[in-house]
């Protein structure tokens, strides 16, 4: 195993120890404490009211707008996070050379998106009414 | 030492540390709260109410456990179980004590030397929505369902100026590792703390992640005026108790981030340096990290009492209309500092200026919005 993926190895020990975790909770409230199943308690919480229709209904389109927008942020966070880490890195990093060609292309980078991000907004993705 | 034993036991400590402090930040949210209202708080089990927590344990534990007929019973044992992973798993590469670069000696953290660091924290803990989607969904219940799409779509939300806020520290420090960025403070001492050159990323950061871990003033998904309990509304005993220490090991995380990634982690001007070698020098180190994480964690428990909730379409407005711009703007402010090589002090008068310019414009009515307040 290569010494980057060498690091990883007490994250994926930690994972199974989480596991056993989790599993040990689950069995537990599972085993210990009382069970006494009455007709009430099987029935939806609803304030004390009988529930009405079903809870799995069609919801509002703007959680979907909502979650387009996040996918092309993050997708656009992504392409950020390598540059921001290699381009003042010193010798680790992006070769002065090219520093100025790359401060153009990120700032060129950023202007597109504001004008996806205005445009969004001008279209009232926005406005939650 | 044999590296798997090491780890081992660091994961042990940091398993053990999380539940015994979470039980008792409880505790401490307790009295903190009954202080803030002019009350006396739990004081009848132990000396203050210091077994409180040891008894609040037992209750979840024995407590009966039920699961309603009518839930998707694999998604709904599911839920609790992707919650707690998660947010634990985050703290894998989050120092716990002092720290060092050399990658040779033991560090007080599960992995140390991850490069990308801050970068996996926010993957993992993105995952967290997974389960409060499958909580709302699986739940089957009214409450449940509208809780967890307000909180998927807050969380949603909120991921993007928390990400976007670290970009300037990744400038700043050319790293995403968690030692890295504290070393590089450390050895600044406290005048190259990053609070100083990026005080807008840590308002930007500390909000959202409040936001992210669903707390007050942002727990709009579990408002138990309107949505009793939100997505766990169904969720009773342990399964409830997973839920609520999920969100405390979030508030934990986040304030060892804050205090790691803006006040200098471990680092305090003449006591705790890299080059204080003195007897008990890692003692007060790791006391000096664990203090900004306690002032980091009571100041988030003041806030849950001081601030009212959010409506809605602030919350939603909060993240896309004013953070976002925000936290692009200090990116490219760090940027321009960076490219020109300028003095970093240019970043602190210009954060400082672009909140009173965000406070001023949103000050000012826009004549839509004062025409009528009923008109929606």
């Known amino acids: 195993m290569d010494s980057e993926l060498a690091t990883f190895q007490p994250v994926l020990i930690f994972i199974v120890v989480l596991i056993g975790f989790v599993i040990t909770n689950l069995i537990l409230a599972h085993t210990i404490g009382p069970r006494k199943k009455t007709p009430v308690k099987q029935m939806p919480y609803e304030s004390g009211m009988d529930p009405v229709g079903d809870a799995r209904q069609p919801f509002d389109v703007k959680f979907y707008l909502v979650a387009i927008l996040f996918l092309v942020f993050d997708v656009e966070l992504l392409f950020l996070y390598p540059w921001a880490v290699s381009a003042y890195a010193g010798p680790n990093g992006i070769d002065p050379v090219l520093s100025d060609l790359v401060f153009g292309v990120m700032l060129v980078f950023m202007a597109t998106l504001v004008i996806a991000y205005v445009y969004a907004w001008r279209k009232g993705v926005f406005r939650w009414r | ?376």
């Open chain 2, 1 to 376: 030492m044999n590296p798997l034993i090491s780890t081992l036991i660091t994961i042990g400590v940091v398993l053990g540390g999380v539940l015994g402090g979470c039980s008792y930040l409880i505790w401490l949210e307790r009295k903190v709260a009954a202080w803030m209202q002019d009350r006396v708080g739990p004081n009848r089990v132990g000396k203050f109410g210091l077994l409180q927590p040891i008894a609040d344990g037992m209750k979840f534990l024995l407590k009966e456990d039920v699961i309603p007929s009518h839930v998707n019973k694999v998604l709904f044992l599911l839920a609790p179980t992707i919650s707690v992973m998660t947010t634990m798993l985050a703290l894998a590469v989050v120092p716990i004590g002092p720290t060092t670069t050399d990658s040779t000696s033991w560090q007080a953290m599960i992995a140390p030397g991850i490069d990308i660091g801050i970068v996996f924290i926010f993957a993992v803990t993105s995952l967290a929505v997974y389960g409060i989607i499958l909580g709302g969904w699986a739940s089957n219940n009214k409450y449940s369902a509208l809780g967890s799409l307000r909180a998927s779509a807050q969380v949603v939300s909120y991921e993007i100026p928390l990400g976007m806020s670290i970009l300037g520290i990744a400038l700043l420090s050319g790293s995403l590792n968690l030692e890295t960025i504290l070393q590089r403070q450390a050895e600044g001492g406290i005048g190259s703390w990053n609070i100083w050159f990026q005080p807008l990323a840590a308002m930007i950061f500390f909000t959202s992640a409040l936001a992210e871990s669903n707390r007050l003033p942002f727990d709009l998904p579990e408002c138990e005026q309107e949505l009793v309990g939100g997505y766990h509304t169904e969720y009773s005993a342990l399964k409830f108790g997973m839920f609520f220490l999920a969100e405390y090991t979030h508030v934990i995380t986040v304030s060892f981030l804050m205090a790691i990634m803006f006040f200098g982690g471990w680092n305090f001007p003449w006591i705790a340096t890299p080059d204080s070698h003195y007897a008990g020098a890692w003692i007060v180190k790791f006391a000096v990290l664990h203090t900004k994480v306690l002032a980091c964690i009571t100041f988030v428990m003041l806030l849950r009492w001081t601030l009212p909730r959010f409506r809605f379409d602030q919350l939603m407005g909060l993240a896309w209309k004013v953070f976002i711009p925000l936290s692009l703007c200090n990116v490219v402010c760090t940027m321009f500092v960076r490219q020109f090589s300028l003095s970093w002090w240019w970043l602190l008068p210009v954060s400082l200026a672009l909140v009173i310019i965000t406070g001023l414009i949103s000050m000012t009515p826009s004549p839509k919005r004062a025409a009528s307040p009923l008109q929606h």
